[in-house]
Nanobody, 122 residues
Framework: QVQLVESGGGLVTAGGSLRLSCAASGRAFSNYFMGWSRQAPGKERELVAV????????YYQETVEGRFTASRDNAKNTMYLQMSSLKPEDTAVYYCARSPHATVTLAGFGSWGQGTQVTVSS
């Protein structure tokens, strides 16, 4: 059973940047698509970004396109989400998960990690 641990969240002012990390245990990290989702208080979870096993393909939700960048280091079993030009509406708990297939839906992913809180103040 793979374990996914998110980190890097925190409090930042609008316009600032943060880099989230998702560390995966177990084997075969490099075989999986990886995704980031987020859930704000009182709102449904939404898919934010997806990255292919080799990192040569990415998908972004339109509200974060151009501001967020997903990347991965397969040698370290770690995926990243570089977030720039942050807005108060980016405030949420951010989660990571993996999928054996290319997908741009939440249902396409397995279990999500425990999450890391990102708070953007205005």
């Amino acid at each position: 059973q793979v374990q996914l641990v998110e980190s890097g969240g925190g409090l930042v002012t609008a316009g600032g940047s943060l880099r989230l990390s998702c560390a995966a245990s177990g084997r075969a990290f490099s075989n999986y698509f990886m995704g980031w989702s987020r859930q704000a208080p009182g709102k449904e979870r939404e898919l934010v970004a997806v990255i292919s096993p080799s990192g040569d393909w990415t998908y972004y939700q339109e509200t974060v396109e151009g501001r967020f960048t997903a990347s991965r280091d397969n040698a370290k079993n770690t995926m990243y989400l570089q977030m720039s030009s942050l807005k108060p509406e980016d405030t949420a708990v951010y989660y990571c998960a993996r999928s054996p297939h290319a997908t741009v839906t939440l249902a396409g992913f397995g279990s999500w990690g425990q999450g890391t809180q990102v708070t953007v103040s205005s």
